[in-house]
């Protein structure tokens, strides 16, 4: 059974830098494709960034794509996201997803939480000062 445990999350003042990191259990790291959403209260889950099976490719959304880095380390099972220049709106809970990537490519960088088998349970980042 796949288990996904991130963390890393904690509170920061405006423009700090935290990292993330998400371990992957239970499957074979480096056949999932891998994704992080936040949630903010009162507001949907939305998707932050993904990656492929092999780290080469990423996609992020618009609003972090200067700012946060995602990327992997196949020989530890985890994927790591690097938030810079952090800003209040930032706050949200984070979460890990994984997706086994079937594609046969390495092109696969899913989006939208509908697309993702697994979730973390995930990890508090607070912005303030």
């Known amino acids: 059974q796949v288990q996904l445990v991130e963390s890393g999350g904690r509170w920061v003042q405006p423009g700090n830098s935290l990292r993330l990191s998400c371990v992957l259990s239970g499957g074979t790291f480096s056949t999932y494709a891998m994704g992080w959403f936040r949630q903010a209260p009162g507001k949907e889950r939305e998707f932050v960034a993904s990656v492929t099976r092999s780290g080469y490719y990423a996609d992020y959304t618009q609003p972090v794509k200067d700012r946060f880095t995602i990327y992997r380390d196949n020989a530890k099972n985890t994927v790591y996201l690097r938030l810079d220049s952090l800003k209040p709106e930032d706050t949200a809970v984070y979460y890990c997803?994984?997706?086994?990537?079937?594609?046969?490519?390495?092109?696969?960088?899913?989006?939208?939480?509908?697309?993702?088998?697994?979730w973390g349970q995930g990890t508090q980042v607070t912005v303030s000062s």
């Open positions: 997803a994984a997706v086994l990537d079937e594609t046969g490519s390495d092109y696969y960088t899913p989006n939208m939480p509908a697309q993702f088998r697994h």
